[in-house]
């Protein structure tokens, strides 16, 4: 991605990145490679389901199934996707963005909270809008941790997991939101990718507690 998680460009800025990227596809592997990555081949590309939404991807365009328009940043997303070079996953461990590969272990960045903001703002005060918002986009609820969170897990890429802990507030604290990709997440993206998939999921939990 081009444009970093916190600079917030305008939607224009999303589709000319994408734009740029479109010429990659050409270098992409629509067959045996893209199945290992979880695509579906079919004539003349691959297809995805990647947040609810079916996507197909050929070499020149990634475009949503269903003839409707499609957020540039998950189109630019699924190009750097079918490119990656990644083996194996998702890791069986999840760790906070802060805490991946050229992070220090445990130190968190205040970047977080703006990727997550959207959770706090719509599901603050209501973990049953949460919990259904999960359940419409294939989230699966895991047992309770430790402490009250409780946690979903999301296979937003079949290679790429995420989780999304929720603890509900109470007398002393507000509720508290974190992200989690598992642990080989980062050898199929990069840094700021993963920033824009976490950004992303959050956006589209937001979003379907509206629907």
């Not at 270098?27 to 197909?56: N, T």
Request: glycine share 10%.
């Amino acid at each position: 991605m081009t444009n970093a998680p916190n600079s917030c460009p305008p939607p224009d800025g999303y589709e000319k990145n994408y734009q740029l990227l479109r010429s990659a596809l050409a270098q992409a592997d629509f067959g045996d490679r893209a199945r290992e990555l979880g695509f579906e081949p079919v004539a003349g590309g691959a297809r995805l389901s990647f947040l609810g939404r079916a996507y197909h991807l050929d070499p020149q365009e990634v475009r949503a199934v269903d003839g409707q328009p499609s957020l540039a940043n998950h189109r630019s997303l699924l190009i750097h996707y079918i490119l990656s070079s990644g083996q194996g996953g998702p890791g069986s461990q999840y760790l906070t963005l802060w805490q991946g590969e050229g992070f220090i272990r445990g130190r968190r960045d205040p970047g977080v909270d703006i990727l997550t903001r959207p959770l706090l703002e719509a599901f603050a005060a209501d973990y049953l809008a949460f919990q259904k918002a999960a359940q419409a986009l294939g989230g699966q609820k895991l047992e309770a941790e430790p402490g009250g969170w409780r946690e979903w897990l999301f296979p937003v890429l079949p290679r790429v997991w995420m989780k999304v802990g929720y603890l509900p507030a109470d007398e002393e604290f507000p509720t508290e939101v974190r992200a989690y990709f598992d642990d080989l997440a980062p050898t199929y993206l990069g840094f700021e990718c993963l920033a824009f998939l976490c950004a992303v999921l959050c956006q589209a939990l937001a979003a379907a507690k509206e629907e």
